[in-house]
């Protein structure tokens, strides 16, 4: 599984923790949530940036013009 969507899956548990947390009033489940879903976020933007790395990087066009000199 790419880190892009593990990230998503910490993302929604970790909403998920927070809201359970609000609920039950439970301050610590709600900072873990809270916790997690930042964890989420981190290994997300870590897969983007592994995809940029790794996208074949395109070559400058070359003008077909001739410049007057």
């Known amino acids: 599984m790419a880190a892009k ?3 998503s899956m ?3 548990k ?3 923790k ?3 947390g609000k609920v039950t009033g ?3 489940q709600q900072t ?3 916790m997690q879903q930042a964890r989420g976020e981190a ?3 870590k897969g983007k940036a592994q995809e940029r790395v790794q996208a074949p990087t395109r070559e400058p066009q070359r003008s077909s013009r001739r410049t007057g000199i």
Do not use: Q
Request: net charge positive; charged share 55%.
């Open 5 to 7: 969507d593990k990230g």
């Open 10 to 12: 910490d993302k929604i």
């Open 14 to 16: 970790g909403k998920a």
């Open 18 to 20: 927070e809201m359970t």
């Open 26 to 28: 439970d301050r610590a």
């Open 32 to 34: 873990e949530g809270k």
């Open 43 to 45: 290994k997300k933007m």
